[in-house]
């Protein structure tokens, strides 16, 4: 066995573990915006359903009063 096989192993262990945080992160992080970008689009799209719901009935959702 070569000097340098124990510190080949212990770097590869390293490596691993480093990948395997940068792995969980960058899905983690994905995972995150596609939720919250999920919930700002229905957060739109509900915003827009009230918008032409009040369109249609003649109200813009305004008071009159000054």
């Given at each position: 066995m070569s000097p340098?096989?124990?510190l080949c192993m212990e770097?590869?262990?390293v490596f691993g573990f480093l990948g395997l945080v940068v792995a969980s992160y960058i899905g983690t992080t994905?995972?995150?915006r596609g939720y919250f970008d999920a919930v700002s689009?229905?957060?739109v799209?509900?915003?827009e359903a009230r918008e032409r719901r009040e369109s249609?009935?003649?109200t813009d959702g305004s008071s009159?009063?000054?």
């Amino acid at each position: 066995m070569s000097p340098l096989a124990p510190l080949c192993m212990e770097l590869g262990l390293v490596f691993g573990f480093l990948g395997l945080v940068v792995a969980s992160y960058i899905g983690t992080t994905l995972a995150l915006r596609g939720y919250f970008d999920a919930v700002s689009f229905e957060a739109v799209q509900r915003r827009e359903a009230r918008e032409r719901r009040e369109s249609e009935s003649g109200t813009d959702g305004s008071s009159a009063e000054d």
